[in-house]
Each structure stands twice: as C-alpha cells, then as structure tokens.
C-alpha cells in the first residue's frame, strides 16, 4: 500500500492483520496529527491513520517496549539495605509522589505539589536562619528560595491563567477520552439508523482528514470567545 493514500477500514484492518511477527507496538497518527505508538489492540480502525514507510510497510516497534532493564544492585551493607528501605518507604508514603503517579493533571496532585514546594522553602528559610545565626553565608539559601518559590508562582499563575480563560487542554487523555467516546456514539448512531459502512467509513475518512491544525486553531478561539 503507498505510504500517502487515505486509508480506509479495510486497509488497516488488513494491516494489522500482516503485521510482522515480534510486533509490539504499531505507530499511528491520532485524528490531532500527533504520531503515537499503540498495541495493535488498541488502534481505533475508524480513526487512527497507521503510519507507513515510503515502501509501504507498517511503521512497528519489535521487543518489550521501553529501555532495557537496569541489572539490580543489592546493597552492599546491612546498614545500607534499611536505609534504602526506609527510602523507599518515605517514597511510597509521599502525598506529591502518590498523588502525582495516580493523576498527574487532578487538582490533588497540583495541590500536594505546592504544598511539597511550600515546604521545602520553609526548610531552605529555616536552614538560612540557622546559617546566618552562625555567622555563614546565606546567599545560597536565599537564591534557593526563591527558585522554589517563583516555580511556585508560575504553577499558580499559569492554572489560574487556563481557569479564567475557560480554555480546555486538547492535549489532555481527558480531553482525547472524551473525544474519542463523542466519535464512538456518532458512530453508533449512525449504524443504529441504517447508514451503510461505506457512508459511514467515508464520513470519517473525511472527519478524519479535517481535524488538522487548523481546526485546531478554529477550536481555540470558538473556546476563547464562548468564555468571555
């Protein structure tokens, strides 16, 4: 098949039928132009347009995906191995980690992630004091501080700045999820009134092929106006 004809449903089905072997991973090209890697499971044939070389031939990923796994080093003291659980148990307990491995965009994990910076500025401030009572230097203290805090002030500013303007993030997996659900019951509509596959292949191949950076633009500004 060209790598630059429109691919219909048929075309990847039977693509993914002749994947070769060892296949893990399939690259595609979501209905926002970002190319993604997906199992060939997961690829959505009424949307996801399966990238191809100039041959022809499905773009895959062969092998366990992701770096190879790091040979594990045992401590080499028993001292050693209780500090190292001890740190893995902090890691395990820490609201900014747990909350941030669990949803990173949540307002839980953006609120644990200011008070761990909040914190560690009143750590850096209390060992300032400390060093200027002893009469050190407290330059670097000072210039520490403030790093964490103006990180601080760009998060807040920055999700205040996206709240007021209503925007909605198109890049989110919220944002695709939804999206994609949108797509699935125009679907499904369309099957339950008896339109035939090759309207229904041919609306999307066209929805599809629409949905570019323009659109993308034309979308943000509808956003931008409708929160005015």
Same mark, same amino acid.
């Given at each position: 098949?060209? +790598?630059t004809?429109k691919?219909?449903?048929?075309?990847?089905?039977?693509?993914?039928?002749?994947l070769?072997?060892?296949?893990?991973r %399939?690259?595609?090209?979501?209905?926002?132009?970002?190319?993604?890697?997906?199992?060939?499971?997961?690829v959505?044939?009424d949307?996801?347009? &399966?990238?191809?070389?100039?041959?022809?031939?499905? &773009?895959?990923?062969?092998?366990?995906?992701?770096?190879?796994?790091?040979?594990?080093?045992?401590?080499?003291?028993?001292?050693?191995?209780?500090?190292?659980? +001890?740190?893995?148990?902090?890691?395990?307990?820490?609201?900014?980690?747990? #909350?941030? &491995?669990?949803?990173?965009?949540?307002?839980?994990?953006?609120?644990?992630l200011?008070?761990?910076?909040?914190?560690?500025?009143? %750590?850096?401030?209390? #060992?300032?004091?400390?060093?200027?009572?002893?009469?050190? #230097?407290?330059v670097?203290?000072? +210039?520490?501080?403030?790093? %964490?805090?103006?990180?601080?002030?760009?998060?807040?500013?920055?999700?205040?700045?996206?709240?007021?303007?209503?925007?909605?993030?198109?890049?989110?997996?919220?944002?695709? +999820?939804?999206?994609?659900?949108?797509? *699935?019951?125009? @679907?499904?509509?369309? %099957? *339950?009134?008896?339109?035939?596959?090759?309207?229904?292949?041919?609306?999307?191949?066209n929805?599809?092929?629409?949905?570019?950076?323009?659109?993308?633009?034309?979308?943000?500004?509808?956003? @931008?106006?409708?929160?005015?």
């Amino acid at each position: 098949m060209s +790598a630059t004809a429109k691919q219909s449903r048929s075309d990847r089905e039977y693509i993914l039928k002749n994947l070769p072997d060892g296949t893990r991973r %399939v690259q595609v090209i979501l209905p926002s132009g970002k190319q993604v890697y997906k199992r060939p499971e997961d690829v959505d044939l009424d949307i996801d347009e &399966i990238s191809l070389t100039q041959n022809g031939d499905p &773009i895959v990923m062969r092998g366990k995906p992701g770096r190879k796994s790091k040979t594990a080093l045992n401590p080499v003291t028993p001292q050693i191995a209780a500090i190292s659980a +001890a740190r893995d148990d902090h890691l395990a307990d820490d609201a900014v980690s747990v #909350e941030i &491995i669990k949803d990173p965009e949540s307002d839980d994990a953006f609120n644990q992630l200011i008070r761990g910076m909040a914190t560690e500025a009143a %750590v850096i401030e209390f #060992e300032r004091m400390e060093a200027q009572r002893h009469g050190q #230097e407290v330059v670097e203290h000072a +210039a520490r501080r403030a790093r %964490v805090l103006k990180a601080m002030a760009d998060l807040t500013l920055k999700k205040r700045s996206m709240f007021q303007s209503g925007m909605i993030d198109m890049e989110s997996p919220q944002f695709k +999820a939804l999206f994609k659900y949108i797509l *699935e019951s125009f @679907k499904a509509s369309m %099957v *339950e009134s008896g339109a035939r596959n090759e309207l229904i292949e041919s609306i999307f191949t066209n929805l599809v092929k629409s949905l570019d950076d323009e659109w993308s633009q034309e979308a943000k500004r509808r956003m @931008k106006e409708a929160s005015k």
